[in-house]
């Protein structure tokens, strides 16, 4: 019996699956291999996979925003649980092309749900964002805010799944858990990710774009304490039992915020980012753009509270090793 992942060539995706496969745990990983950035990453994350797990890993290429096609590849599958962590992600690119996010994150979700559901599972753990709290100008954010008002369509299509996985809780007593992620950062990250950008083009001698003019603050989360959370709600699935989980919900359904506990200034992320690169950075202020927020700050009291989570990676230690895996892995 095996945990299926989606977007298993992603980044969070391909090192929760090596987490779970590393433990003996055999895995399902799906993913449609798009081409929204580099597509070779992509294929180096699977190969590690592939490589290091040959009896335990199975990969099968799928976009699962095709219903009739993942409900086929699956049909001889048995899976105990699902992690769900395909998307369309990036807040900038959802205004360019909102259809994408609407097929994989809307169509897609639903998809998901009903394998969960038809297939009866123990527990599907998804992916949230910390964007589904907009504006909110009250810090840290916490699960129970009001987060009705998201200011990027990507932030409204998580705050959407949200939503519909609640009534799949409620309708068919599925137990869920939703992670908000808070800036996901680490070896085998996104080329689309502030850190990528700043030190592809400090290690270029170019300019780096800062927005806002430097005025922001991240919540930056280390991957290996992501995968850590990921991990222990998959193995805690909500009870069934009436009372108030985290979120709100009475049904078998949770909402976490996953970060670092810790507002981050950008300003330092660049100094850090400097001094593991050995180059001082050029920097091009420019002003906050379309979608964004000036600072996030995660309130992890109900994860911590509820599974003893804490991470345990600071900035100061996880942003060399990011650069270290930069380089290593352009063969710099």
């Not at 590393?22 to 490589?51: C, M, S």
């Amino acid at each position: 019996m095996s945990v299926l992942v989606t977007g298993v060539a992603g980044f969070i995706g391909s090192h929760v699956a090596h987490r779970l496969l590393a433990r003996g745990t055999p895995v399902i990983g799906i993913d449609d291999l798009n081409d929204y950035y580099d597509v070779t990453l992509k294929e180096a994350r699977l190969a590690r996979l592939q490589e290091t797990y040959p009896d335990l890993f199975r990969f099968i290429r799928l976009d699962f925003a095709d219903d009739a096609r993942i409900d086929a590849a699956l049909a001889d599958v048995d899976i105990t649980a699902v992690v769900h962590l395909g998307a369309q992600a990036g807040v900038r690119y959802s205004i360019e092309n909102p259809r994408a996010y609407v097929r994989a994150n809307l169509a897609g979700h639903v998809n998901l749900l009903e394998v969960a559901r038809h297939r009866g599972v123990a527990h599907m753990v998804y992916a949230s964002s910390s964007s589904v709290y907009g504006g909110n100008t009250q810090l840290p954010f916490r699960v129970e805010d009001r987060v009705d008002h998201p200011i990027s369509l990507y932030a409204a299509t998580k705050k959407a799944d949200e939503l519909m996985s609640e009534t799949y809780a409620h309708l068919y007593r599925l137990p869920l858990t939703g992670l908000r992620f808070f800036t996901v950062y680490g070896p085998w990250g996104r080329p689309d990710m502030a850190m990528w950008l700043f030190t592809k083009a400090i290690l270029e001698g170019r300019p780096i774009n800062v927005f806002n003019h430097g005025n922001m603050r991240r919540d930056f989360t280390y991957i290996d304490d992501i995968v850590t959370g990921i991990v222990a709600c998959l193995d805690n699935p909500p009870p069934d039992d009436g009372e108030i989980k985290a979120g709100g919900s009475r049904g078998p359904h949770r909402l976490y915020n996953i970060g670092n506990n810790r507002s981050e200034e950008l300003g330092r992320m660049i100094e850090l980012i400097e001094e593991a690169c050995g180059v001082k950075a050029e920097r091009n202020m420019l002003p906050m753009q379309a979608g964004d927020v000036p600072e996030t700050y995660a309130d992890i009291s109900a994860i911590a509270s509820d599974l003893g989570f804490q991470p345990t990676t600071s900035i100061n230690v996880g942003i060399p090793r990011f650069v270290e895996w930069y380089r290593t892995y352009h063969g710099l």
